[in-house]
């Protein structure tokens, strides 16, 4: 079973998006999809040895929504930070402690911060327990570490650890 | 294709517009950069992002059927985006660029620096001078080793 289907998620996803990649839900495009869902994740498994597991849906659909919700506000604040304070700003470099330690969750949380208000996650340490992180403008150091740590990290964690 | 539907595509599509150029404008306005990076990063995304949206409903609106290829540039994109800022921001710090920020304590001292009690730029003009000397010293030994 491990060998025949080692990614189970990844069949469906890579399936979905042959078909939007040829616009189209005929039968034989699905058939095709469904093929190459099943032979992408086969031979490429010496790269990707680790099944990946989602233990709560729920939360990561949520999860989803807040980020999605957090990169229209960002592009606003950034909008308006680039246009109004200009060359008033107060960049800092923050490190945030991590409590995740599954790779993925590491870099999900890395990838979300750069797309989120302000911040571009510049370096993970050595030891992978602190990320640094780059803002455009933090007032209060502090809180933005502890609104990175509890509104992204504190589901991811949830999502990919237990 | 109705008023409605064009008036909503046109807003769109300005707002797409004017938002990418905030983000590429971002990049000629801020001084240093890593402040440089959130501008293209950031606002950019929302400016694609509405020009996708417009997309889409114009050729699902005319064309005869719906048209997602969008969600799938939008997903790349906001793959993407992010790794690229990140290993942007990585090789600055690699190159100890200015900043309008003081850099973290713990940023100086990574394993695999070439000179890791080096000051920040300022050490520059010094390693650049010894660069060529290591490659030189080297080839004369291997010379010396050749002629004997």
């Known amino acids: 079973m491990k060998r025949l289907l080692p990614h189970p998620l990844l069949t469906p996803m890579l399936a979905l998006v042959w078909l939007l990649l040829n616009n189209s839900v005929a039968p034989g495009q699905i058939v095709l999809g469904l093929l190459l869902g099943w032979a992408i994740p086969v031979f490429t498994l010496p790269f990707w040895p680790e099944q990946v597991r989602i233990r709560h849906p729920r939360t990561l659909l949520r999860f989803a929504g807040v980020v999605l919700f957090d990169i229209l506000v960002a592009n606003l604040k950034v909008a308006w930070l680039i246009l109004v304070r200009g060359r008033h700003l107060r960049p800092a470099f923050v490190v945030v402690s991590l409590d995740v330690r599954h790779d993925l969750a590491i870099s999900a949380l890395a990838n979300t911060i750069c797309l989120t208000p302000g911040t571009v996650s510049a370096r993970l340490s050595e030891d992978r327990k602190s990320l640094l992180v780059h803002a455009l403008d933090a007032d209060d150091h502090a809180e933005l570490v502890a609104t990175i740590k509890s509104r992204y990290e504190a589901p991811l964690k949830e999502i990919f650890e237990c | ?148």
Do not use: C
């Open chain 2, 1 to 148: 294709m109705n008023d409605a539907t064009e008036l909503l595509l046109s807003l769109l599509v300005l707002a797409g517009a004017i938002f990418t150029f905030i983000g590429s404008f971002g990049l000629a306005r801020l001084d240093d950069f890593y402040t440089r990076l959130h501008g293209p990063t950031k606002a950019t995304t929302l400016g694609v992002g509405s020009l996708l949206i417009a997309s889409a409903t114009y050729f699902s609106v005319t064309g005869d059927s719906l048209s997602l290829h969008e969600v799938l540039v939008a997903l790349f994109l906001f793959i993407t985006a992010p790794v690229s800022a990140h290993l942007l921001a990585k090789a600055a710090l690699h190159q100890r660029l200015t900043s309008l920020a003081p850099l973290p304590e713990n940023a100086e001292n990574r394993p695999g620096d070439a000179l890791p009690a080096a000051p920040p730029s300022r050490a520059e003009p010094d390693t650049r001078g010894e660069i060529p000397n290591t490659p030189g010293g080297a080839h004369d030994t291997s010379l010396r080793e050749r002629g004997t």
